[in-house]
């Protein structure tokens, strides 16, 4: 069986211990999309960090 692996791009950083959590990454990701982006947030353990990545298109 074959396997895939998606590129994914960085869009944004944000830090975990913030007093508001992962809302500012959910909503930046949030306004990424209604641009059309498909923006996804992920949590980045190693950093500590939320990540707002979306899918790179290979050229």
Do not use: H, K
Not at 20 to 38: C, F, K, L, T, V
């Amino acid at each position: 069986m074959a396997t895939i692996e998606q590129a994914r791009t960085v869009l944004e950083r944000f830090p975990a211990g913030a007093p508001r959590g992962s809302w500012p990454a959910e909503e930046y990701a949030a306004a990424q999309r209604a641009q059309g982006i498909n923006a996804q947030v992920v949590m980045d353990l190693g950093s500590d960090q939320f990540l707002v990545v979306a899918d790179t298109t290979p050229q």
